[in-house]
Every structure is written in C-alpha cells, then in structure tokens.
C-alpha cells in the first residue's frame, strides 16, 4: 500500500502564503513576521495540531525577497517538524511586482506506528512493527504577481518524492512525500470609503487525493475590522474574523466546522493568526495591505 503525506492546510491560507510559495517572500516590501496555530477537529484524539512562524523581507533595493519559516505538524502518531528558506527574484511592473521563487527545506519526519494499537484478535501487523524517523530534505518553487488589489500565484512544493518510512518497514507500508501544486488569488473590491469587499481562493492538488479548493470572502470596514466566510469543498464553513490593530500590528482567527459527518465527532477547528511588521517610518501614513 501506498500513501501520500499532504502538507498541513489552513483556514487563513493568505497569512502564510510564504509557506506555499517562495515567490511571496518581501512582496510586503517591509519585514514581516506571521505566526499561526491550529487546532483541528477539536474532540477527536490525535486530530492534526499545527504551528509556523514566517518571517520575509525585501533587500538588495527590494530587487529581491528573502523568507524563512519554522513549522510543527503533529497527526496522530506522527510529527513532522522543521523549516524552510526562499528567495524571490523581483521584477518592478507599472501597476505591481512579479516575483520568481526558490526554495529548501529541512525537517524531521517522526513516526511511532508500535504504538498504535491493533484491536480486536490482531495482535501483530508487519506494518507496524518499525517506527519510522528520518531527516528530509525537499525544494519548490513558484511565481507570484501583486498590486495593491490584486494577487495571483502559483506554486510547486515538495518536489522531491522522499521516502518517509525507513528501510526494513518492507513493502507493507510505503509512505512518501509527493508534489504539492498551489494556485490562489485574490482581488479587493472598494464598495465605499468604509467598506471593502476582499474574496480569495486557494486551489490545492496533490497525487493521491482529490483537487481541494478553499474558497474566502472578507468585508472591511474602515480598514480597521474584517469579518468573513469560507468553504473548503467537501470538507467544512467557516467563519473569519480579522483586526487590523495597529498599522503594525494585525489579529487573525478562524472557526471551521466540518460539513461531512466528521461534524457528529468533533466540535469544530480554531485557527488563530498574529502578524507584526516592521520598518515602518515614523510620522509616516502608511496604506492598508491586504495581501
């Protein structure tokens, strides 16, 4: 039997673009830091538990973007832990940037299948004999082009099809990482002074699950205060919340509730975001980004 280990999803896909696609790295055009957490299906052990911290700044007379991300995915008896370096190439347009990225990854990829128990008569499975523990080394790549209202890209992650059980596990369970492809977009519409009408996508495929596609739409409302919705397909709604604190400083959180019959065995997935920039000058009026 064979399986693909996808990479972990978020509800607020669009505050870790870094994550998907190293084109993004310092389209912000100051230095930008974003952490996220989610606590998916909250009631079911073993349930997926993920954390990232990106951190991306332009250089070179923002010619270029550099990022970096730390990440932590725990799923059962597994846990993959590590972290990543982009680099973007910027390319100055009359209305935005276009940007061509790079990427490395390292992680850790660890998991306790002696632990996991058979049930029943069947008191042995070759499949789960031997744990699994090895170190992964992986690349993407992407393009990416924004103005101020606009946003569009596309992405290619884990490129590279390593092994994830080790050797000795036999043929009973091959597990591997596969290719990711990521394409989203997003556009803001200006309904008045006050309001803003700001919908996304995310469009993920990957070899061995369906096409997935999450689908966003946020209202703003002095720039200030966003409230929204979304839909995954065939997965779950959710319901969006955003603060625009400071012009530094940005709250994010998100509630998501299944629409499958997973919804009779958890009661819901909190998200949570906080995003930090700095750089700014001081006195200096600075424009509402919503990408």
């Given amino acids: 039997m064979s399986w693909a280990q996808q990479d972990a999803m978020y509800t607020q896909y669009m505050f870790n673009t870094l994550a998907i696609n190293p084109a993004y790295a310092g389209s912000r055009n100051v230095i930008s830091a974003t952490a996220l957490y989610r606590n998916q299906w909250t009631g079911i052990d073993g349930a997926p538990r993920t954390g990232t911290l990106t951190v991306d700044a332009p250089i070179m007379n923002k010619r270029l973007g550099i990022g970096f991300q730390v990440f932590s995915d725990k799923l059962g008896v597994t846990q993959t832990t590590g972290g990543s370096a982009a680099l973007a190439y910027r390319i100055r347009l009359e209305k935005g940037s276009l940007a061509f990225g790079i990427q490395t990854s390292m992680s850790h990829f660890n998991a306790r299948y002696s632990s996991i128990s058979l049930g029943g008569n069947q008191s042995f499975d070759p499949a789960f004999v031997n744990d699994a523990s090895k170190v992964l080394f992986n690349v993407g790549t992407g393009v990416y082009y924004n103005s101020d209202k606009f946003y569009l890209g596309l992405s290619a992650q884990d490129l590279l099809t390593n092994k994830l059980n080790n050797s000795g596990n036999g043929d009973a369970l091959q597990a591997s990482q596969v290719p990711h492809l ?71 959180y998100s509630y998501d509730r299944s629409t499958t019959q997973l919804r009779n065995f958890n009661s819901g997935s909190h998200e949570i975001m906080l995003r930090y920039e700095f750089g700014f000058e001081r006195n200096k009026i600075i424009s509402p980004r919503f990408f």
Avoid at 212 to 225: G, H, R, T
Wanted: charged share 20%.
């Fill in 182 to 252: 990521f394409l989203t977009a997003g556009y803001v519409f200006p309904l008045s002074s006050d309001f803003k009408l700001k919908p996304s996508f995310l469009i993920k495929g990957v070899k061995g699950a369906p096409i997935e596609a999450d689908l966003n739409a946020s209202l703003w409302i002095k720039d200030v205060l966003a409230i929204g919705a979304g839909y995954r397909s065939s997965a779950d709604i959710a319901a969006l919340l955003e603060v625009q604190a400071t012009p530094q400083l940005r709250f994010g």
